[in-house]
Nanobody, 123 residues
Framework: VQLQASGGGLVQAGESLRLSCAAS????????MGWFRQAPGKEREFVAA????????DYADSVKGRFTISRDNAKNTVYLQMNSLKPEDTAVYYC?????????????????WGQGTQVTVSS
């Protein structure tokens, strides 16, 4: 599975961005897609996940109510709509694919990773 993330950029606090993650290759092997982020000097952390089959979702508490993950099965693409962005959302955002058929947060359960896209939120 190959993953291509896009949509990052520089925005002001309170604004919105939408990230996209296009999957190609053996996409049938992935059950769940996740978004993670890594800020400078910090560990990579879970943001959100969605299951291809039924669209069920999971969110980190820090983004719940502000971010929305969705998928377009026909396009093999997952989106992360980010609203009410805060400076603490600044990070490189990565999409990832897991073959585990459960909404998982553990990084090691995701076998495939995209290249990351930078999101910078200014105050």
């Amino acid at each position: 599975v190959q993953l291509q993330a896009s949509g990052g950029g520089l925005v002001q606090a309170g604004e919105s961005l939408r990230l996209s993650c296009a999957a190609s290759g053996r996409t049938f092997s992935s059950s769940v897609m996740g978004w993670f982020r890594q800020a400078p000097g910090k560990e990579r952390e879970f943001v959100a996940a969605i299951r291809w089959s039924d669209g069920s979702t999971d969110y980190a508490d820090s983004v719940k109510g502000r971010f929305t993950i969705s998928r377009d099965n026909a396009k093999n693409t997952v989106y992360l709509q980010m609203n009410s962005l805060k400076p603490e959302d600044t990070a490189v955002y990565y999409c990832a694919a897991s073959s585990v058929p459960l909404l998982v947060r553990r990084i090691t359960l995701y076998e495939h990773w995209g290249q990351g896209t930078q999101v910078t939120v200014s105050s």
